[in-house]
């Protein structure tokens, strides 16, 4: 595995930025893994070689660098009250949609003068704040991403204007929307409605629950981790990837 760490440049500044490819062949089609609320962690760098491993070039963007290079939290990110989860906090508030597009325009513009990147179609997949993220991305740049997936993402369906279920008809690619069964940032309620949308967009692909399970389910250092629901989480995410990029 070939992995380095760069500084991507972007309107707003300088993004670091974790990749990871295969060391032989290639070249190979690349993906984008949009971290969850707690931030960049090896936890994450772990997720993105798995990728790596079955034939992409992965890129996991610190969604954060806006706010400066301080923006990597200690284990108790996820503690309520402790002072790594309010300095979190303080950051993820003011995360908003716009933005993070122009984030993924940079990263496909650095895949487009790589040559160990397969030329084509991209796919992207987020997990908790940054499932919105991935379905958004595949509807603004509907002719590079073939393929985005979201799990457990917050508030698929919001008052804000660029909720995502606003524009799942956009896409031209395969969506999976995959939604734990207990989930206080994406409640069933919730869930349902989008699942009516999703129907109703025309838009290509599923929207599964995963019955059983938790926010966060597919971590394997959170207390709610599942094996099995984490081990179908992939086993979606890969044949999705398989479909739509051709790896």
């Known amino acids: 595995m070939i992995e380095q760490i760069l500084d991507l440049p972007t309107q707003d500044g300088a993004m670091e930025t974790f990749i990871c490819r295969p060391e032989r062949g290639g070249p190979y089609p690349a993906v984008l893994l949009l971290m969850d609320a707690p931030g960049i962690r090896e936890e994450l760098y ?41 300095r979190m906090r303080a950051v993820r ?46 509807a603004r740049y509907p002719d590079r991403i073939a393929a985005a997936a979201s799990f457990y993402g917050t508030w698929l369906v919001s008052d804000a204007v660029e909720s995502p279920h606003l524009t799942l008809g956009k896409a ?30 025309g838009a290509a692909g599923e929207l599964e629950i995963y019955p059983g399970v938790h926010h966060g389910f597919a971590f394997p250092q959170r207390w709610c981790f599942d094996k099995p629901a984490a081990e179908r989480h992939w086993e979606r995410l890969i044949a999705l990837y398989r479909r739509r990029l051709s790896a």
């Not at 798995?50 to 301080?70: E, K, Q, S, W």
């Not at 690619?173 to 949308?197: F, N, Q, S």
């Open 46 to 86: 772990d997720m993105a070689r798995r990728l790596g491993t079955v034939g992409y070039v992965v890129l996991l963007p610190n969604l954060y660098y806006r706010a400066g290079r301080d923006t990597k939290y200690g284990p108790d990110v996820l503690t309520h009250g402790s002072a790594e989860h309010t």
């Open 93 to 138: 508030t003011r995360m908003t949609i716009p933005p993070v597009m122009d984030d993924v325009a940079a990263m496909l513009a650095f895949l487009d003068a790589q040559a160990y990147v397969k030329p084509g179609p991209v796919g992207t997949h987020g997990y908790c704040m940054s499932g919105p993220y991935a379905l958004a991305a595949a």
């Open 172 to 201: 031209r690619g395969e969506l999976y929307i995959a939604c734990a069964e207990h989930d206080e940032l994406a409640p069933l309620p919730m869930v349902a409605e989008l699942k009516g949308l999703f129907e109703t967009s």
